[in-house]
């Protein structure tokens, strides 16, 4: 009896994964298709590398002041000594501020990038979710992700359709 009510079970289960059907997406695939990820990626290139040479001016600034103040330590007084020790750490500091800022977990570049990306990400999702609704797919996984998928058959593959319907099909 336990078995059979166990194969039962075993059946039902079966069945049930069979009816679900899936879909894949080439999420890298899909953005190197779409023109305004391409522009918002060389636009954070380009706020990255401005920002990156504002850090880098000040680092050097604090780099030479402290080649300045060891080249001139014989000649200085206590109190030049101090000063100048601690316009360095005050050099050092404000650079360090300015990376934090710009490019910090919460900084400016994260800022921008979500500004940027969080439209066309979400433009995406709804796309693959009216794909999905209109297909009945129960699941629809990113094969460009982290994901396990060994093998996916090219006739789940809907990321041209999803290009299609943000309007960037062939």
Do not use: C
Request: no cysteine; aromatic share 10%; glycine share 4%.
């Amino acid at each position: 009896m336990k078995r059979t009510i166990l194969a039962m079970a075993l059946a039902v289960a079966a069945m049930t994964g069979y009816a679900q059907k899936f879909a894949l997406i080439d999420m890298d695939y899909i953005l190197k298709n779409i023109p305004a990820y391409e522009r918002a990626n060389e636009q954070l290139s380009q706020v990255s590398k401005k920002w990156q040479a504002e850090v880098e001016a000040l680092t050097l600034e604090a780099s030479t002041m402290y080649k300045n103040y060891q080249n001139e330590v014989v000649f200085l007084s206590q109190e030049q000594k101090k000063a100048r020790q601690e316009a360095i750490m005050n050099k050092e500091k404000e650079a360090s501020e300015l990376k934090k800022k710009y490019f910090g977990p919460e900084g400016e570049l994260f800022k921008k990038r979500e500004s940027l990306m969080s439209p066309i990400q979400e433009e995406i999702y709804n796309a693959v979710a009216d794909i999905a609704e209109l297909h009945g797919y129960s699941k629809v996984e990113d094969r460009a992700g982290n994901s396990y998928i060994i093998y996916g058959s090219p006739k789940i593959d809907i990321s041209n359709e999803v290009l299609d319907k943000l309007g960037y099909g062939h």
